[in-house]
């Protein structure tokens, strides 16, 4: 079975700092990952995916994250933090035997301090 | 507009009801799914759709049904609400349904049940 963990579920950084949130994920086969933003009051938004084509992937806004199969780990990072960044963070698992199943950790909600 | 849109967008209803969230898409997905998102729990599947022929059961159908009434609509029915059942849904579509597909989503609903 597939499942992700998201370590901390609030982090906190200042404006133009660096971003890092963790997704830990258990799979035993290839997983495809992925992490979504959400906004208050809106739905959920791609941010970036692993499909095994780059281990470094980068996404909108910034944000990046890196596929490392040693670690079963794949972060969300990004450089400078902005107060727009501030929102809830779901970091994904795509089951690949029944296709297209989601599994979604707990998420982080991520705080931006001025 | 947008391409998958949920209504309505906030509910209150009364234990015992009937109630209907139902779900809109322009992409020209096969593919729908309902979650339901509850603080610190992330994102769980309810009930998935491949085509208008074929709905299956995701993590946490019990006490919920629904409808694909067409490849664009896809609803979600709780028979007779409880209060543990207030959260937030979300409804999502994806294209093929490989497990490298985005899913896209909603902006969801906000039901309260008292």
């Known amino acids: 079975a597939q499942s992700v963990t998201q370590l901390g579920s609030h982090v906190s950084v200042s404006e133009g700092a660096l971003v890092l949130l963790r997704c830990n994920y258990s799979?035993?086969?290839?997983?495809?990952l992925f992490w979504y933003v959400q906004y208050p009051n809106q739905g959920l938004q791609l941010l970036l995916k692993?499909?095994?084509?780059?281990?470094l992937v980068k996404g909108i806004n910034g944000f990046e994250a890196e596929f490392k199969k040693s670690e079963t780990s794949f972060h969300l990072t990004k450089p400078s933090a902005h107060m727009s960044d501030a929102a809830e963070y779901f970091c994904a698992v795509s089951d690949t035997f029944t296709g297209n199943q989601f599994y979604f950790g707990t998420g982080t909600s991520l705080t931006v301090i001025p | 507009d947008a391409d998958v849109t949920q209504t309505p967008r906030n509910r209150i209803t009364k234990t015992g009801k009937r109630i209907m969230l139902e779900c809109s898409q322009t992409k020209g997905h096969d593919r729908m799914y309902w979650y339901r998102q509850d603080p610190g729990l992330g994102l769980q599947l309810i009930y998935y759709?491949?085509?208008?022929?074929?709905?299956n059961k995701g993590e946490i159908s019990d006490g919920y049904s629904v409808s694909r009434q067409a490849q664009a609509k896809f609803s979600l029915s709780l028979e007779s609400a409880i209060p543990n059942q207030t959260a937030l849904y979300f409804c999502a579509t994806s294209d093929s349904g490989a497990s490298t597909d985005t899913q896209y989503f909603g902006p969801g609903t906000r039901l309260t049940v008292l």
């Open positions: 759709s491949f085509d208008v022929k074929d709905i």
């Open positions: 692993y499909t095994s084509a780059a281990t």
């Open positions: 799979s035993s086969v290839p997983p495809y």
